[in-house]
């Protein structure tokens, strides 16, 4: 029975089509986040926030509205996400309990991306280039970690858990957790892996 889950979770992995997906989402995922520092970049650019805070705003008052209304904005385009994957009948993301992983999947990369850009807004003048800029990053940190962890997985494959090569797969994918657009794309990853080989994880 080992070995099956082991045929199994390897023709699972070099299939790929789930990191696939996970990667396509991951790139239409990233323009949304980086679109909520144009205004951020505009507004201090053109002094607006100063003037609104010379007439009595709380910064703090300043930065949860942007972040609430950020958050409705990206609940928008996550939804069509959600709503694709479902209309489109992906077994491995709209099957029992699967649906409601990848609704709070969605979900808390919301709750996390949004702050993660809000700094970069300090450092642009021009709410293009800042744009421009979050896109490549939000891009270049979720796929390059993605495609950096599957590869090592892979690799490892059939490698004891106290194997070097193992102990680095586990490592870097620690590491990476700090990249809202890697645990977007790895998440999506194993809830697909759950539903290929479910006693392996």
């Given at each position: 029975?080992n ?55 709380y910064?703090?008052?300043?930065w949860l509205t942007?972040?609430i ?63 421009i ?8 940190s ?22 070097t ?37």
């Amino acid at each position: 029975m080992n070995e099956t889950n082991n045929m199994l979770s390897t023709e699972f992995i070099l299939q790929g089509s789930d990191v696939v997906i996970s990667i396509f989402i991951i790139v239409a995922m990233s323009f949304v986040p980086a679109s909520f520092t144009l205004f951020l970049v505009y507004e201090r650019a053109t002094k607006s926030k100063h003037i609104q805070y010379i007439n009595g705003l709380y910064p703090l008052v300043y930065w949860l509205t942007n972040f609430i209304w950020d958050l409705l904005n990206y609940l928008l385009p996550a939804a069509c996400v959600i709503v694709i994957l479902r209309l489109f009948n992906v077994p491995a993301y709209v099957e029992g309990e699967n649906f409601l992983a990848v609704i709070s999947l969605f979900l808390m990369y919301g709750w996390s991306i949004i702050p993660v850009m809000y700094p970069f807004s300090f450092r642009f003048t021009e709410p293009s280039n800042a744009y421009i800029f979050l896109i490549v990053i939000n891009l270049f940190s979720g796929i390059t970690c993605i495609y950096t962890s599957f590869f090592l997985e892979i690799f490892a494959l059939g490698s004891p858990a106290t194997s070097t090569l193992s102990i680095i797969t586990r490592t870097v994918k620690k590491i990476f957790k700090i990249f809202p657009n890697y645990c977007l794309g790895r998440g999506l990853i194993d809830i697909a892996y759950n539903v290929s080989s479910p006693n392996l994880i």
